[in-house]
């Protein structure tokens, strides 16, 4: 079956850095994909990787190592409104994305 | 401004009652999706439509139906509403069918009694 494991929840200090790693099994791979939902709203996509290594995209950055199924989504100088839900997304090769639970990540001051 | 629409934004339902969720989006995507979000799940696929005109089942479509009569607008249709269906439903759309960035609507908060 198709599997996505990402944990449920983290706690970080304002100002620090955060780690949220994604684990992944599924029938094919077209790409892994990071959304943020902030509470009671949407989704927003955040980031994409298809090749293994680094995208930086300013405090975030998205980690990807297709052979091990894994990727980590990096935020930096963590701000307040970085509380949110950080969703990892994975799509198959029927190109239909397969999401994590997501990761409640709470920033206290 | 452009992007998605979903109404309504919140609906408390007798159980047992048909009710359509309305989705529409200004930006000419081909495809388009409705998922369910509950506590402690991912985002769940009930179906989708790559193209005006066609509709696919996802990973949890029962009870639920879709029609895609134009490339705009895609409603979702609850026939007899059951609790187990509340939820928050989000429609969502893309452009290109390999890419993975999808575009949200603001979510439908359903209850179901």
């Known amino acids: 079956g198709q599997n996505i494991d990402q944990p449920t929840e983290m706690t970080a200090t304002e100002g620090a850095i955060v780690q949220i790693n994604c684990t992944y099994q599924t029938s094919g791979f077209n790409g892994l994909f990071w959304y943020q939902q902030h509470a009671g709203e949407a989704p927003t996509f955040l980031s994409y990787n298809v090749l293994d290594g680094l995208e930086e995209k300013g405090r975030f950055s998205s980690f990807l190592s297709r052979s091990k199924g894994y990727s980590y989504l990096l935020l930096k100088e963590l701000q307040m409104k970085d509380s949110a839900s950080y969703l990892c997304?994975?799509?198959?090769?029927?190109?239909?994305?397969?999401w994590g639970a997501g990761t409640k990540l709470i920033i206290k001051p | 401004i452009a992007g998605i629409t979903q109404a309504p934004t919140s609906q408390i339902l007798a159980a047992g009652r048909r009710m359509t969720l309305r989705c529409t989006q200004d930006m000419r995507h081909n495809a388009m999706y409705w998922y369910r979000q509950d506590l402690g799940l991912g985002l769940r696929l009930i179906h989708y439509?790559?193209?005006?005109?066609?509709?696919g089942k996802g990973e949890v479509p029962d009870g639920y139906s879709v029609s895609r009569a134009n490339t705009d607008d895609f409603p979702l249709t609850l026939a007899s509403a059951v609790p187990s269906q509340t939820s928050v439903y989000f429609c969502a759309s893309k452009g290109r069918e390999d890419t993975g960035e999808l575009f949200f609507g603001e979510g439908s908060r359903l209850t179901v009694l």
């Open positions: 439509s790559n193209t005006a005109g066609t509709t």
């Open positions: 997304a994975v799509m198959d090769s029927n190109y239909q994305l397969i």
